[in-house]
């Protein structure tokens, strides 16, 4: 069969606005550390989404506060989706908050540089990468992920360059996503 992609959505209520003013919702949390970005990152990205005027809301299920960004914390999904609906822009990790945010029609700025293009959905995303580094362990057939280790690296585990496909991804480079 032909691949061809298709979003029934979800059924969530619409609610109001969360936040009056113009807002960028973050998603920092995955569910494996090869997935993730570095924190630092996260925090550098939010001082240059503020000082480009938008506040910047942080969705996590675990507490992961960055200052001068808004956390939401342990929500439950449809409080999180109203957050998305409303949000201008989202940038997530190769995670769930991304399907989800996909699925409700929203565009998806995803930093993600462990899988090749095409592994996650492939309609309203802007993916952010860094394919001069090693990559794509996520999709490489000579490799089976480990659900157990959280530092899964095939080829780098336990060295400077560990999850370096999301390591080499720099702030500057989201930001650029997002303001054209």
């Known amino acids: 069969l032909d691949y061809i992609e298709v979003n029934h959505g979800v059924d969530f209520p619409k609610l109001k606005r969360p936040i009056k003013d113009k807002y960028i919702a973050i998603g920092p949390n995955a569910t494996s550390g090869c ?22 809301v942080c969705l996590s299920q675990r507490p992961y506060p960055i200052e001068g960004a808004i956390n939401i914390v342990g929500e439950p999904l449809s409080k999180v989706a109203n957050y998305l ?11 769930g908050l ?5 699925a409700i029609g929203k565009h998806t700025h995803m930093i993600n540089g462990f899988s090749e293009n095409g592994h996650e959905f492939n309609t309203n995303i802007t993916r952010i990468m860094n394919d001069n580094v ?11 992920f480990d659900a ?4 899964w690296c095939p080829i780098h585990k336990g060295t400077e360059k560990q999850h370096i496909c999301q390591k080499s991804i720099t702030p500057l480079q989201v930001y650029s996503s997002i303001i054209k």
């Open 148 to 151: 157990g280790d959280w530092d």
């Open 85 to 95: 609906h409303h949000a201008d822009y989202f940038i997530g990790l190769g995670s």
């Open 134 to 144: 090693c990559f794509p362990c996520w999709t490489n057939r000579n490799f089976t």
């Open 35 to 56: 997935k993730e970005w570095v924190y630092e990152n996260w925090v550098i990205l939010t001082k240059l989404l503020i000082k480009s005027g938008y506040t910047v």
């Open 98 to 102: 991304s399907w989800l945010n996909w």
